[in-house]
Every structure is written in C-alpha cells, then in structure tokens.
C-alpha cells in the first residue's frame, strides 16, 4: 500500500463548551460550563479571604444549564 492512499483516522471535535461572563453584586463574574450540562459560577473579589491565589472565589456549580446557574447567584 503507498502513502498516497494511506486512511486516517477523523477524530470528531469536541463540542465547544458555554461560558458567559457577567457582574454579581458588583463584581465580575464568570459562569461556565465544566462537562456539558453542568455549570460552575465564580466571582471575582481579591479581598475576600475565602478567594483564592488567583482573586476568584467559588459561588456554585453543578447546575445544568445556565438559566439556573444565573438564577442561583444573580449573576447578570
């Protein structure tokens, strides 16, 4: 068999993943999606000794779509 005719394997691609970024009570927030159907909100608030390294402390996850997650927290 030459080269030419050589198969290849088509690897789908993977479905893209939701994130919306947005405010909660006045600070940034970050809703996105982790797996499908489960969503994680976080928020960004560095003077919060419960945040992280990074300044983003957890509000949620888990929720299947992002209607809940929204809903949940109050993110805009």
Do not use: F
Request: hydrophobic residues 35%; proline residues 5%; negative net charge.
């Amino acid at each position: 068999m030459d080269s030419d005719h050589s198969l290849t394997a088509i690897q789908p691609e993977p479905a893209a993943l939701g994130r919306y970024y947005g405010s909660c009570d006045g600070k940034a927030a970050l809703a996105r999606e982790t797996s499908p159907g489960s969503w994680q909100v976080k928020v960004r608030d560095p003077i919060n000794r419960l945040a992280g390294h990074d300044g983003w402390m957890m509000l949620g996850t888990g929720w299947s779509t992002l209607a809940e997650a929204r809903a949940a927290t109050g993110l805009s």
